[in-house]
């Protein structure tokens, strides 16, 4: 818990830093309050008053009492050459960002040892806000690394902004999965995919076998995954509550869609009523009637009470696996089947990068994304952690044939799995979900009423 802790506070105070030094916030120009900088970050206030303190400690702050804190009036920044610099928008926090751009920086600056790389880190839940700021106040960026969901929202209002990669780096763009292109545009794509994640099972053999439970077998059934939660669920303290739990589950749209899609939902009219409801019912299982689950309601927690122990199975991804170790997991996960339906698809989530048509360094970009897509880069970040490759290749070089197959990496496969702006283009409409599931989360109405309820907004769109 504590080097969690610090790890968030060093990456707010990297965030900020990039800030100050790349001139998006001027000496003498007033930070964001401690609410505004906890909202938009997600981190408790201790979190964030640690950060600033270490950047007070660095001479790069000032803090006034009652007024707030400015960068210092006195710090000289150097001036940055348009013609050696490459500037990028950094969507944070991000895992991706946070452990693998330095990789491919390293990679690049190997290639291009005359360009500085400046980076810059932006919240991710204001980030086209402050991409829209960043370019009134005359910051220009080369690269924007953003998310599937940063990247959707981006082109709908703004993709005559940005070049068309296709054309550019064709050849860096042939090797990669054909499906993670579709989701990016095709042969239009506005983005390049350099990692990538469907949301998959993971669980801990080593508490399943504290606890007898049987190990996931490869296509296990759902009786048998029950079976295995109840033997997983336990008091073992003996105060009359349970400790541990078979999974957790999160309410967030970026994770339970993947049980639904193993039924064949892809939040269109024409699913089947059925398929739906059949899906929701599973969810209500676990949670209050095998009272094998429980409920989490954002990544953190997710990841928390599977490395702490507290739960033997998670829904996760590779972004957030990547942080494990760091977090001081004791034991090395693995991988299990999906057994919540018959259809093989998985809900995709990716990071990518694009360019605004106003860089200064287009040529410079197009080798960064060259750089960041080569079989030798995307080597090197499979090896240093568990971030899935968009090469095919690569994952099937690092990765066991098991775990490709378990994965869905294989081609027809991965073919049918989709990334959620694909099913939901509008985001008001997933929002709109969020809201509607309210009370089902909390076992307060039912699955066949919200499945008719979910049915009706779906045919309203």
Excluded at 16 to 42: A, K, V, W
Excluded at 226 to 247: E, F, S
Excluded at 274 to 283: C, E, N, Y
Aim: glycine share 6%; with cysteine.
């Amino acid at each position: 818990m504590k080097r969690d802790q610090q790890f968030r506070y060093i990456t707010l105070a990297k965030a900020l830093r990039d800030q100050i030094m790349t001139g998006y916030i001027q000496p003498g120009q007033f930070l964001l309050s401690e609410n505004e900088l906890c909202r938009h970050y997600g981190l408790s206030r201790t979190s964030v008053r640690k950060a600033l303190d270490q950047l007070q400690e660095e001479g790069l702050i000032v803090k006034r009492v009652g007024q707030g804190t400015i960068v210092s009036p006195d710090l000289v920044i150097s001036d940055i050459n348009p013609t050696t610099t490459l500037r990028i928008l950094a969507t944070s926090p991000s895992y991706f960002a946070d452990y693998a751009l330095p990789i491919i920086e390293q990679e690049f600056k190997r290639r291009m040892p005359h360009v500085d790389v400046r980076i810059m880190s932006l919240p991710n839940q204001s980030f086209h806000h402050w991409f829209e700021t960043s370019r009134e106040l005359g910051f220009k960026p080369d690269l924007l690394f953003v998310s599937d969901k940063q990247y959707h929202e981006l082109q709908t209002e703004n993709s005559s902004e940005f070049l068309p990669l296709e054309p550019v780096i064709k050849d860096s763009l042939a090797v990669v999965y054909p499906r993670l292109l579709q989701g990016f545009g095709g042969d239009n794509a506005l983005a390049a995919p350099v990692s990538f994640s469907p949301i998959y099972l993971a669980y801990n053999p080593e508490m399943f076998r504290r606890f007898d439970a049987p190990l996931p077998r490869s296509g296990w059934s759902l009786e048998e995954f029950y079976t295995a939660a109840h033997a997983l669920t336990r008091d073992t303290d003996g105060n009359g509550i349970m400790d541990t739990y078979g999974i957790a589950l999160s309410s967030a749209m970026t994770r339970w869609p993947a049980i639904a899609m193993r039924n064949g939902i892809r939040f269109q009219v024409d699913d089947d009523s059925g398929s739906l409801q059949k899906s929701l019912t599973a969810i209500h299982d676990m949670l209050f009637r095998e009272r094998i689950a429980t409920l989490v309601g954002s990544s953190w927690l997710n990841t928390e009470v599977f490395i702490r122990e507290k739960t033997g199975m998670v829904l996760t991804t590779a972004f957030e696996q990547s942080t494990w170790k760091q977090r001081g997991i004791s034991f090395d996960p693995l991988i299990a089947s999906m057994p919540f339906g018959d259809d093989p698809s998985s809900l995709l989530i990716a990071n990518a990068f694009m360019i605004p048509q106003d860089s200064e360094n287009h040529e410079l970009a197009m080798q960064f994304l060259s750089t960041a897509l080569s079989e030798n880069t995307q080597m090197k970040i499979g090896q240093s952690n568990v971030f899935l490759s968009v090469l095919p290749s690569v994952n099937e070089f690092l990765l066991s044939k098991e775990d490709v197959q378990t994965l869905g990496l294989s081609g027809s496969t991965l073919d049918s799995s989709l990334f959620l702006h694909e099913m939901l283009p509008d985001l008001e409409d997933t929002e709109e979900l969020e809201r509607q599931m309210a009370l089902f989360w909390v076992g307060l109405e039912s699955a066949d009423q919200l499945a008719s309820r979910l049915q009706d907004i779906i045919h309203q769109r």
